[in-house]
């Protein structure tokens, strides 16, 4: 059960950073790793390392989200096209 | 044993609520409906979830803590929709019609 | 397409990695063999009078580090200072929300009546971390995030008023200057630099000072942390404000 647990969370994360890589969209990217932010402070917290999760959840998935977001706004949202 | 059968339920259905949230988010087509299922997750799964963790733990102080979660889950959850419906309505995103109806309606 | 095979190479390894790796909690583990950890779990609760090992050994064992990380964050202001600038002191903003949509009643009540909520709890956060999970970092970000919610709702300008930056400027550095001045004071007593105990002068109020000093400096390093995040948002969206200054 707990390795199951710990397999799932493990390939979410993969995916999601994956997903935050490939992302044409910068803004969905933001959500992604965000997301990304969000499994890594559970596995934390699985791992038995609260205060690592706090701070994951607090600084990853809050803060800089919000500065990702507000960077994109000052520049542009699309990733350049190659070629 | 009553109070885990309880708690069991109370998660169960916390969970077919987040599914079907979750199917809902995938499979509606704009941004107005799939706000709808979304929603749900939050209030009717995540609330359901927590009152079964509640039952599951009866009079403690995780109680509180989770009371006091609950509240929390409610009021941010449903102030994001409102924020989320509101910003997409007065972004003139439009509403989502079938194809042989009007195309282009504006959300109303 | 090669990185993205690459990428599920790497994956695949790192999976069979950490299937291989030993088991959690199992005291054959090839890390439970340290002479450290014996040391941090045995003697760590007299040493640093810290209920919680991970503080005690943040905050006193690995001082050094933590004293590291928070000139890396202090640092990081001022790289964005540098590049970005502060916002202006004095000048007279206008609210102009850039979103063309403006924040509804709703959401800026519901906002004003979750922010103390979320500042008392990084509050908990920060003083408690003495004894539970949390501490500086964790309690900084948490108010770091709780203004940046705050600043996002109501406006640069409601919220610089709110904190206005005569009273960040000389509280951003608190984490730094804090952490050093305990630090010296170990100095001063007679110990090493960050010795939190020096038995020969306190004597028999040694454990309630440590307990103390571990406390300032853990809202040091908080109050540093949630400044430092605040200052940084500020002068990330100030431009957009100072579009609309009123002439």
């Known amino acids: 059960m707990g390795t199951a647990l710990n397999l799932t969370f493990i390939v979410l994360l993969v995916v999601t950073a994956l997903l935050a890589v490939l992302a044409r969209d910068l803004l969905a990217a933001v959500i992604i790793f965000s997301a990304y932010s969000l499994i890594m402070a559970l596995m934390w917290q699985r791992l038995q390392a609260p205060d690592l999760a706090l701070t994951e959840a607090a600084v990853g998935a809050g803060v800089t989200t919000v500065l990702f977001v507000v960077a994109i706004f000052k520049t542009r949202r699309r990733e350049e096209e190659e070629e | ?108 | 397409m090669i990185s993205l095979v690459f990428i599920a190479a790497l994956f695949a390894l790192l999976l069979y990695v950490v299937a291989n790796m030993p088991p959690m909690g199992d005291p054959d583990n090839p890390t439970n063999s340290s002479e450290v950890i014996e040391r941090y779990l045995e003697k760590g609760g007299e040493e640093t009078h810290a209920d919680n090992v991970v503080t005690g050994i943040i905050i006193n064992y690995r001082g050094y580090d933590t004293m590291g990380e928070v000139t890396v964050i202090f640092c990081a202001l001022a790289a964005v200072l540098a590049v970005l600038g502060r916002e202006r002191r004095g000048r007279i903003y206008a609210y102009v929300d850039r979103s063309r949509v403006p924040s509804s009643v709703i959401v800026r009540t519901m906002v004003a009546l979750l922010v103390p909520f979320i500042i008392l709890f990084s509050v908990y956060t920060i003083l408690h971390g003495e004894i539970s999970p949390g501490g500086g970092f964790q309690g900084g970000a948490i108010v770091g995030g709780s203004m940046i919610v705050f600043t996002t709702i109501f406006g640069l300008l409601e919220s610089s008023q709110r904190i206005p930056q005569r009273l960040r400027f000389p509280l951003e550095g608190s984490a730094v200057i804090t952490f050093f001045a305990v630090g010296a004071l170990g100095l001063a007593g007679g110990g090493n630099f960050l010795t939190f105990a020096w038995p020969e002068i306190a004597g028999n109020l040694q454990p309630s000072l440590v307990v103390w000093l571990t406390v300032l400096v853990e809202t040091g390093i908080g109050l540093g942390g949630a400044m430092v995040l605040i200052s940084i948002l500020f002068s990330m969206i100030r431009e957009e404000e100072e579009i609309a200054v009123v002439p």
């Open chain 2, 1 to 108: 044993m009553v109070q885990d059968i309880v708690a069991g339920a109370f998660c169960c259905v916390g969970t077919f609520f987040f599914l079907v949230g979750t199917t809902g988010l995938i499979r509606m087509p704009d941004v107005f409906s799939r706000l709808h299922p979304s929603t749900k997750c939050d209030t009717l799964g995540a609330c359901s979830l927590i009152v079964g963790m509640a039952v599951y733990s009866g009079w403690s102080w995780e109680l509180l803590k989770l009371i006091i979660i609950a509240c929390f889950v409610l009021l941010s959850s449903a102030t994001c929709g409102h924020a989320i419906g509101r910003s997409a309505l007065r972004g003139d995103i439009k509403c989502w019609r079938r194809k042989n109806g009007v195309e282009d309606g504006h959300g109303t």
